[in-house]
Structure formats: C-alpha cells, structure tokens
C-alpha cells in the first residue's frame, strides 16, 4: 500500500489549453473525491465516485471540468479551455468504504496547476 | 449558509507549551468532526475525528473536544514541538440523510498555521 498517488505534482499552462490529472486511489478503496484548494484555504469539495460512478458534483464544478473513475480504479480530471482562476491545488482522497458514518479521507499530494 | 471558521489565521508558541486550535461552525449538524494536519505543498493529513455523541478524544499529545450545543470543536496539542509546525484543518461531515449515511464531502476550515518556536 503505497498511499494516494498524484500525477503530474506540478502543471503550468497557459490560459485556454486543456489539462488532465490523474489520481491513483490506495487499492480496494471504493470512494475517491477530488477537492480544490487557493493559497490561504481550506480544500473545497468538487467531485467524488463510488466504485465507477460519479455520484456528485458541486456547484464549483463548471462545464469545463469533467472528471472519470473507469473500472473503479484510478481517476482524471481534466480541466478545458483553462482560466488563470483555476490556478489551485488539486486534491485526491479516498476511503476504503461506502455509507460508513466517519471515514477517514486520505489524500494524495496534490497537483499544483498555475495557469498563465 | 453553512459556515466553518477557524479562530486564527496563525498562531505562535513556545516549544513546550499547548497550543489551543479552535473550530467554530454555524448552520451545520454534523456527524462528525475530523482534524487534519497539511504541511507546504503536501495533501492533508488525518489526525483525529470525533463523532457527535463524543465529548473529548486523545491520540498521544493530541486532545480534541467537541461541543455541539457551542457549535464548536477545541484542538489541543500539549507539549508542543517545532517538528508540530503546520497548517491544522479542520473538517466537517453532515450527516445526508435519516439513515445516518455520510458520504464524505467534507467542508474544511480555512486553516490555522501554527508555528512552534524553540
């Protein structure tokens, strides 16, 4: 068990490209979510999976994200027509259960995307 | 709206002494609490959670207490370190729906950075 994995660490790109992120959950765990996280912050929830299915989306989650968990295993995030606000850390966590009251979440390292 | 503060943005002491994180939150019920700790350009780590029903919960110099009539969780860290320096989370759970299933989408404070000089 090697913990959350997060690919790649860093990302700079310029405003209009597109970027994708992937994020390996520790195996066997069923949930995965993806938050974001500004200087001075805490992170905020965006999206999360159980098994394959993509049970959530917050309201910070616009038309230009779109994330993918197939086969229940790894996740990508991928980011369209990038803006300089969305320069933040992404973040990756998962938890071995469903539906069980109090999980702990454990997180990847995060992806730090700067748009220019 | 829901709301979660953390009490300080930073907070500075002394190797030695106990440092006192506080977590206040309005228009919540929560399951469950959870602290976590995140260090420069890493992922949050977990610390501790304490569920509603719960009072007081201790892991090693770790103290947290949770007072749902306040609306408020206290985070303690005794006999503080320098190495105990970093951003402290802390992280809240509502409870979905009759069943009592949470499904994780946690709402974190804004952090409070600690530092500990030696």
Redesign the interface.
């Known amino acids: 068990d090697t913990g959350v994995s997060q690919d790649p660490r860093h990302k700079i790109t310029k405003r209009g490209q597109n970027v994708t992120f992937r994020c390996d959950p520790i195996s066997e765990h069923n949930r995965l979510y993806w938050y974001r996280q500004t200087l001075g912050q805490g992170p905020e929830f965006l999206t999360y999976f159980q098994n394959e299915a993509q049970l959530e989306k917050s309201r910070l989650l616009s038309d230009r994200f779109s994330a993918e968990r197939p086969k229940g295993s790894f996740s990508t995030l991928e980011i369209q027509r990038t803006e300089q606000g969305d320069s933040a850390m992404y973040l990756c966590a998962s938890t071995p259960r469903s539906s069980l009251l109090g999980e702990t979440q454990y997180f990847g390292p995060g992806t730090r995307l700067l748009v220019l | 709206s829901q709301k979660?503060e953390q009490n300080s943005?930073a907070l500075n002491i002394q190797e030695g002494k106990t440092a006192t994180l506080t977590c206040n939150y309005t228009n919540y019920s929560p399951?469950?609490l959870?602290w976590?700790r995140q260090d420069p350009?890493?992922?949050?780590?977990?610390l501790l959670?304490i569920?509603e029903n719960e009072k007081e919960k201790r892991k090693e110099r770790l103290k947290v207490t949770f007072d749902t009539t306040l609306k408020q969780s206290l985070f303690h860290i005794t006999a503080s370190q320098p190495a105990d320096s970093a951003t402290y989370?802390c992280?809240l759970?509502p409870?979905e729906d009759a069943g009592?299933?949470?499904?994780?989408?946690?709402?974190?404070?804004?952090?409070t950075i600690l530092t500990v000089h030696p």
């Open positions: 979660i943005e399951a469950y959870q976590y350009g890493r992922g949050p780590v977990f959670l569920r989370l992280a759970d409870v009592g299933t949470s499904y994780g989408k946690l709402t974190f404070g804004q952090g």
